[in-house]
T-cell receptor, first 114, second 111 residues
Framework: DSGVTQTPKHLITATGQRVTLRCSPR?????VYWYQQSLDQGLQFLIQ???????AKGNILERFSAQQFPDLHSELNLSSLELGDSALYFC?????????????FGEGSRLTVL | DQQVKQNSPSLSVQEGRISILNCDYT??????FLWYKKYPAEGPTFLIS?????DKNEDGRFTVFLNKSAKHLSLHIVPSQPGDSAVYFC??????????FGKGITLSVRP
C-alpha cells in the first residue's frame, strides 16, 4: 500500500461525457502528479501540483483540467470524452516539488469511454 | 519524441539466472534515474534509483548501472525469481523533478 488513494477504480462512460477522478496523496506529501497510461504506451505525464499551485505541465489536453485543494487532495477533470481517452490514469505524490524525488503511485483509475 | 526508451518490450529468463533490463535516454539534462516495477492491477512501485554522480547503485538483488557517456542505464536482477515477473519502467528526471517514463518492459521469470 503506497498510501496514495485514487477513486474510482473503474469508470465506464460515453463519448462526450465528463468525469472527475480523485486522488488523495500520502500523508505529508505536498506534490501531486497525474499520469496517463494508454495501451502499449508508457506513463505520460499530464500535470503536477505542489501545495495547491500548478508546478509543471506535460501532455495534457485542453479538454482536461486539474486542481489541488487546500487539504492537498487533487481532482482530474476530463470533459468532452473521446474513445481515445480510454486509459489508466495514475496519481502519484511526493514530499518535495522539485529536484530528485521518488514518486508514490496510487492503484490507478481505469477509464473506459464507449 | 521519446526521451526515455526501453526498446525491448519483453524479456524471459530462467529462475536463478540474471535479468538485464536496458534503458536509453536522449536528454542530457536528466540527472536522476529510477526503476519502477508494476504488477497487474496495481500502481507502479519504486524499486531503485541512481544519481548522475554515480555509475552504480546496489540494493540486494537489484543493481542499476549508469553510463552517462552512452546515455544508457541498465537494471540487473540476480538471481531472478518468479515473483520478479512484472512490467519494469525506467524513468528519468531533471531539475524540474518531472519524471519521464519509458514504455516499460515485461519481465517473465520461468520457474
Amino acid at each position: 500500500d503506497s498510501g496514495v488513494t485514487q477513486t474510482p477504480k473503474h469508470l465506464i462512460t460515453a463519448t462526450g461525457q465528463r468525469v472527475t477522478l480523485r486522488c488523495s496523496p500520502r500523508s505529508g506529501d505536498l506534490s501531486v502528479y497525474w499520469y496517463q497510461q494508454s495501451l502499449d504506451q508508457g506513463l505520460q505525464f499530464l500535470i503536477q501540483y505542489y501545495n495547491g499551485e500548478e508546478r509543471a505541465k506535460g501532455n495534457i489536453l485542453e479538454r482536461f483540467s486539474a486542481q489541488q485543494f487546500p487539504d492537498l487532495h487533487s481532482e482530474l477533470n476530463l470533459s468532452s470524452l473521446e474513445l481515445g481517452d480510454s486509459a489508466l490514469y495514475f496519481c502519484a505524490s511526493s514530499v518535495v516539488g522539485g529536484g530528485a524525488s521518488e514518486l508514490f503511485f496510487g492503484e490507478g483509475s481505469r477509464l473506459t469511454v464507449l | 519524441d521519446q526521451q526515455v526508451k526501453q526498446n525491448s518490450p519483453s524479456l524471459s529468463v530462467q529462475e536463478g539466472r540474471i535479468s538485464i533490463l536496458n534503458c536509453d535516454y536522449t536528454n542530457s539534462m536528466f540527472d536522476y534515474f529510477l526503476w519502477y516495477k508494476k504488477y497487474p492491477a496495481e500502481g507502479p512501485t519504486f524499486l531503485i534509483s541512481i544519481s548522475s554522480i554515480k555509475d552504480k547503485n546496489e540494493d540486494g538483488r537489484f543493481t542499476v548501472f549508469l553510463n552517462k557517456s552512452a546515455k544508457h542505464l541498465s537494471l540487473h536482477i540476480v538471481p531472478s525469481q518468479p515473483g520478479d515477473s512484472a512490467v519494469y519502467f525506467c524513468a528519468a528526471s531533471g531539475a524540474n523533478s518531472k519524471l519521464t517514463f519509458g514504455k516499460g518492459i515485461t519481465l517473465s521469470v520461468r520457474p
